[in-house]
């Protein structure tokens, strides 16, 4: 049987410029495809294309059947059918309901809005558009310091980008991961904005990054930092250090991903939009089920006076509108206090803030005498190098870290050295003969 290849033309402009992998250019095609069938439907709509693109990220996700690696593929493929190949293409070939969004925005009001707005389609996090919007100001800044009457921002060009990340490593003298912070910022803002590709960076002074070794405890002053601990600060510490998670991972914990049975903590959506499993300490089973029985209480107050609703990610609040109130979503840790949700105005109870987390840590060391730089990441730090120390596989660790790269779990095999009491100096070995 005679199988129609999906977008030809579009399969090999792909594979011409090497914009992705061979094997993914025919799903690429095929999410080109579907988003066009997608619109087609409604077609006599004149909608902003990067709103129709949004209405279907949405259409993907309410489906059920698509994972979120799919989703942004997906995304990936439409921005590169509609900015990319249909720019090389006559007039004639776009789809008569096209309305391509001009090439920047009239005031830096309205692109920070649109920053904001792509964001959010992409699901990226919080703190993520946090970040892009903190270094999209600061380039402006540096732009206006320039050129006090203002450059207007479709002449907004590589070369500026390029002197921007060069002032901040021999001006500001931003360390390397500052400025690469910087400068994803601008590349998301250039593609995906004002879709244009940044070019010609090779000039750029790049901040130089020395190797760096993590901080991590010992054994006894992990110890002594918990004798130092207490309430709910302890229970914090001891599950950060017990199970390797990250602080924003366990503020967001909901009472679902606490499997008491399986002896597992489910992490979701963590760093990379992945899901994983780790480690749920037996000493934190009773602390843990006091801690849930205290929320329960909290969340029916919450109930009986018409509130009781959490945010739920992605579309889930579409597709299960009443599951926001289910206990099982509710978090673990959650905030004292009501606050109301920028994006819809509804009255919540979020997540605990990581500041008075951090604000306890800094107290605990402080009793404990621990003069080392210590955050609150140290003890993931501290859970990695003591797995190890222990004889665990360093794959499994990579595992319960959430690490792409092994690579990146192997840097606790450095720092192991100064705490493997097997390696001894020479000079220790020949002065105690």
Known sequence: MKTTLVLPEFQKYLSSRKLTEEKCIPFYASWAAQFLKFAN?????????????????????????????????????????????????????????????????????????KVRQVIRIKHYSVSTEKTYTHWIYKFQQYLMEIDPMGKEIDKWSATDVQDFLTYLALRRRVSASTQNQAFNSLLFLFRDILHRDLENLQGTVRAKRGPKLPVVLSVEEVRALFQHSSGKNLMVHQLLYGSGLRVSELVKLRVKDLDFEGNLIFVRSSKGDKDRSTLFPQQLKVPLQQQLEKVKRLHEQDMKNGYGEVSLPYALSRKYPKAGKDWAWQYVFPSSKLSVESTTGKIRRFHMSMRPLQKGMRAAVKKAGIVKHVSLHTLRHSFATHLLLNGVNIREVQELLGHKHVETTMIYTHVIKGLDSCAQSPLDTLLSA
């Open 41 to 113: 439907k409604s077609a006599e709509q004149q909608i902003e294309l990067d709103i129709r693109i949004h209405q279907f990220m949405d259409f993907l996700r309410d489906s059920g059947t698509r994972e979120e690696w799919q989703v942004r593929q997906a995304y990936s493929a439409v921005k590169l059918y509609f900015y990319k190949y249909l720019k090389q293409r006559p007039a004639q070939e776009s789809p008569p309901w096209i309305i391509l969004p001009a090439s920047s925005c009239k005031t830096f009001e309205e692109l920070i809005q």
